[in-house]
């Protein structure tokens, strides 16, 4: 069974800091991940996919990268902004038996970014 | 240049009673996905419905709860005499026609169950 894990569960940081957001999973069989930001009361929005043959991706100031062979995928927030604030959640599909549409997701990392 | 629409937001009932919920999932995409969040919880994979046929009810508890999606039409989840435990928030999400990621997220329907 596959198990997902965020850690931390939240984090405070001034406007501007960088900052790292970590997920990590217990089967290393996995066909890609989901990274999501979920803002209060409102649903998930995709933030950035990355295949089991990549190792990262990029869009504007957030990089996600994986690995699988450790079991950890990393968040990178660049120059973090108010804005930001949010809900940031992982996920995995549950691999084996063609079913990658299962998602598994930790419990979120809740970001506060302090102007 | 709709997303994936979820109605209502906010549903109220006494136990007992039905809930109904509806998602329009995104144009073109014909494969949907329910997923329930729990109080503290995250979320947890319910059914994978394609147009008229269900293709994967694992996360689905076994009695009270049913999903379809038509042929014509939203996806429909229902609930049949609510208890408080199924007071959450119930998320659709769409993915495009070969059912490959990302799926896409509606803003979901808040459940309280009185």
């Known amino acids: 069974k596959q198990e997902v894990t965020q850690i931390p569960a939240a984090l405070s940081v001034p406007e501007g800091e960088n900052l790292v957001l970590n997920c990590s999973f217990t089967d290393s069989a996995i066909y890609n991940l989901q990274w999501f930001r979920q803002d209060p009361g409102k649903g998930l929005t995709s933030l950035l996919l990355?295949?089991?043959?990549?190792r990262e991706q990029t869009s504007g100031r957030l990089n996600a990268s994986l690995d699988k062979s450790s079991g950890r995928s990393t968040l990178y927030i660049a120059a973090s902004q108010p804005g930001d604030s949010a809900t940031y959640l992982c996920?995995?599909?549950?691999?084996?038996?063609?079913?990658?549409?299962?998602?598994?997701f930790g419990k979120g990392t809740l970001l506060t970014v302090n102007p | 240049n709709a997303g994936v629409m979820q109605n209502p937001r906010h549903l109220v009932r006494r136990r007992g009673q039905e809930a109904r919920l509806r998602c329009s999932p995104m144009k073109g995409h014909s494969h949907v996905y329910w997923y329930r969040q729990l109080p503290e919880e995250g979320l947890k994979f319910m059914v994978y419905?394609?147009?008229?046929?269900?293709?994967?009810e694992s996360g689905m508890p076994k009695e009270r709860f049913s999903a379809e999606f038509p042929k014509e039409g939203p996806s429909i989840l229902r609930i049949q005499q609510v208890v408080r435990g199924d007071s959450a928030a119930y998320f659709c999400?769409?993915?495009?026609?070969?059912?490959?990621?990302?799926?896409?997220f509606g803003d979901g329907t808040r459940l309280s169950i009185l």
């Open positions: 996920a995995f599909p549950r691999g084996g038996g063609g079913s990658n549409y299962k998602l598994t």
């Open positions: 419905l394609q147009k008229e046929n269900i293709i994967d």
């Open positions: 990355i295949q089991s043959s990549q």
């Open positions: 999400a769409s993915s495009p026609r070969d059912g490959r990621p990302p799926q896409h």
